[in-house]
């Protein structure tokens, strides 16, 4: 049955391959990206290869939360135009390297990586129904959580930031998930596996990596398929190619609840 599938960081990289995926799969793709000219180009090349293919793109750049909520507004407005719901949300753009800090004072690399995921599945909880799932791209890198750092007051290398980025969005996911686990939607954490070959993996290791289908692959199985209907608030390793155990603190609920507590300030 086609599927209306919201996919963040659609313009390179995993996410690229996933909306192919998606499509070739028959699905319509709400395509985000952060840059007009790329979006247009990657709409004129998925509909060249997928003449059937049904799309639709939405721009913001989520290091900036007003323009998160105003994605999140135009998502909103098009499901209720079409008497629709969003069958799937994957929150997969992320950032590995510093920008510049956001005109809140926060670390981009949190804003993109965890903190504006976490506003876009809250905003879009209303037309995410029951059966509906969110798929959050997590990382085998992973460690403790500087809360100081999460609201901007400590700074961090890149590899720090992002791994605990990516700890932050493994924690709200298991805390949301099984928030969430008897009324749905279902929200999972996915590492898609370390080091294929995207740009933020050419640039932040100076490698071709690995091939970007196996990420793709491992998205829309868990947007989709049977493999996943109990996953809510679990962590999915494609490095192991199974459900695991993520990063310790991320089984600790008060811990969890913590981080939590501290993203609601941060949006508050
Ligand atoms: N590659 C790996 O081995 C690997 C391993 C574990 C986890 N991951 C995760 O997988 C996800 C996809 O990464 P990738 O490897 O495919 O990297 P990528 O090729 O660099 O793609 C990242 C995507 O996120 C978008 N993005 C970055 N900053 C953004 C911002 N401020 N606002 C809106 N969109 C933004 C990019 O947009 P532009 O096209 O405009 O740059 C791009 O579409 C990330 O969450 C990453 O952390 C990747």
């Given at each position: ?87 799937v ?28 995921p976490?506003l ?100 829309c ?23 695991a ?24």
């Open positions: 049955m086609n599927k209306t599938i919201l996919l963040t960081g659609a313009t390179d990289g995993i996410g690229l391959e996933t909306a192919k995926m998606l499509l070739a799969q028959g699905h319509t793709v709400l395509l985000h990206g952060r840059s007009q000219a790329k979006l247009n180009a990657l709409q004129v090349a998925l509909t060249e290869q997928y003449p059937n293919a049904s799309t639709h793109t939405y721009i913001a750049d989520l290091s900036d939360m007003s323009q998160v909520q105003t994605l999140a507004k135009n998502v909103l407005a098009d499901m209720a135009e079409n008497n629709n719901q969003l069958d949300l994957i929150n997969n753009a992320g950032v590995y390297q510093l920008v510049d800090a956001t005109i809140d004072g926060l670390d981009a690399r949190f804003v993109v990586n965890t903190i504006a976490y876009l599945t809250k905003l879009l909880l209303p037309v995410l129904g029951h059966d509906s799932r969110v798929v959050n791209v997590s990382s085998a890198a992973q460690s403790s959580v500087n809360l100081n750092a999460l609201i901007g007051n400590t700074e961090l290398s890149d590899s720090a930031a992002y791994a605990q980025s990516k700890l932050a969005i493994t924690m709200w996911s298991r805390h949301l998930g099984l928030e969430l686990k008897d009324i749905g939607p279902l929200v999972v954490s996915v590492n898609p596996k370390s080091l294929l070959g995207s740009k933020m993996v050419k640039d932040a290791y100076g490698i071709d990596g690995g091939d970007l289908k196996i990420g793709a692959d491992i998205f199985r868990a947007a989709l398929s049977d493999e996943f209907k109990d996953a809510a608030g679990l962590y999915f390793d494609n490095d192991t190619g199974r459900f155990p993520p990063h310790v603190d991320a089984l600790d609920n008060a811990k969890n609840q913590q981080l939590v507590d501290t993203l609601d300030s941060i949006l508050a």
